[in-house]
C-alpha cells in the first residue's frame, strides 16, 4: 500500500494535528462514556472447526458457546473467552462465497490482545512450535506481536496493561 510522503505527508499530519486540537479533551474535561465495555466482538468465519482449534488450542482462548445464529438458519454463533469479561464472537455463513480477508474500509485492521510478559513469551513460543508466522517483536516496537488468524484477521498481542498505550495512560 503506497504511503504518503513528502508535502502529502506534511498535510496529513497537519489534519492530524488539527483534528487533536479540535476534539481530544484533557482527561479531567471528557465525560463519561455511555456503555459498559466490549460485549463480544462478531467476525466471520469461514470454517467453524477450523477456527475452534485455532483459538482454543493455538491461542489458549477457552470456547464459551456454540449456538445456531438466531439471524440466519444453520448459521453457528460461538464465543470464546478473552478474559476480563470480554468475548469474542464468530459467525459462520453457510452457502455464502466470502472473499479473502482484504484491508479496506469497515474490515477489521487488527485486534490487538493485552497480555503479561509470561504469556506474551508463552504465546510467542505456541505460535513457533505451530509453525505459524508472525510479525514482531520488531521495528523498534519490543511489545508486539503480529498474526493473521485462519480467516485473515489481524491479531496482535499487545505486552501492555489495558488502558494505556506505549506506557502512557489512555483511561
Same mark, same amino acid.
Given at each position: 500500500?503506497? $504511503?504518503?510522503?513528502?508535502?502529502?505527508?506534511?498535510?496529513?499530519?497537519?489534519?492530524?494535528? $488539527?483534528?487533536?486540537?479540535?476534539?481530544?479533551?484533557?482527561?479531567?474535561?471528557?465525560?463519561?462514556?455511555?456503555v459498559?465495555?466490549?460485549?463480544?466482538?462478531?467476525?466471520?468465519?469461514?470454517?467453524?472447526?477450523?477456527?475452534?482449534? #485455532?483459538? $482454543?488450542?493455538t491461542?489458549?482462548?477457552?470456547?464459551v458457546e456454540?449456538?445456531?445464529?438466531?439471524?440466519?438458519?444453520?448459521?453457528?454463533?460461538?464465543?470464546?473467552?478473552?478474559?476480563?469479561?470480554?468475548?469474542?464472537?464468530?459467525?459462520? #455463513?453457510?452457502?455464502h462465497?466470502?472473499?479473502?480477508?482484504?484491508?479496506?474500509i469497515?474490515?477489521?485492521?487488527?485486534?490487538?490482545?493485552?497480555?503479561?510478559?509470561?504469556? #506474551?513469551?508463552?504465546?510467542?513460543a505456541?505460535?513457533?512450535?505451530?509453525?505459524?508466522?508472525?510479525?514482531?517483536?520488531?521495528?523498534?516496537?519490543?511489545?508486539?506481536?503480529?498474526?493473521?488468524?485462519?480467516?485473515?484477521?489481524?491479531?496482535?498481542?499487545?505486552?501492555?496493561?489495558?488502558?494505556?498505550?506505549?506506557?502512557?495512560?489512555?483511561?
Open positions: 500500500m503506497p $504511503q504518503p510522503a513528502g508535502a502529502e505527508l506534511d498535510a496529513v499530519r497537519e489534519r492530524r494535528r $488539527q483534528l487533536r486540537d479540535k476534539y481530544l479533551r484533557p482527561a479531567a474535561d471528557r465525560s463519561p462514556t455511555t459498559r465495555g466490549v460485549h463480544h466482538l462478531a467476525l466471520v468465519c469461514r470454517d467453524v472447526e477450523q477456527t475452534i482449534r #485455532f483459538y $482454543q488450542d491461542l489458549g482462548f477457552p470456547l456454540l449456538v445456531e445464529n438466531r439471524d440466519y438458519a444453520g448459521s453457528s454463533h460461538f464465543f470464546f473467552d478473552i478474559g476480563n469479561g470480554n468475548l469474542l464472537g464468530f459467525f459462520d #455463513f453457510p452457502g462465497d466470502h472473499r479473502d480477508y482484504e484491508e479496506t469497515g474490515a477489521v485492521q487488527h485486534l490487538a490482545l493485552s497480555t503479561s510478559p509470561e504469556e #506474551f513469551d508463552a504465546a510467542k505456541r505460535l513457533e512450535a505451530e509453525g505459524i508466522d508472525y510479525l514482531g517483536p520488531d521495528r523498534g516496537v519490543d511489545n508486539s506481536l503480529y498474526i493473521r488468524d485462519p480467516n485473515g484477521v489481524g491479531i496482535e498481542f499487545y505486552r501492555e496493561e489495558l488502558g494505556k498505550f506505549e506506557g502512557e495512560p489512555l483511561l
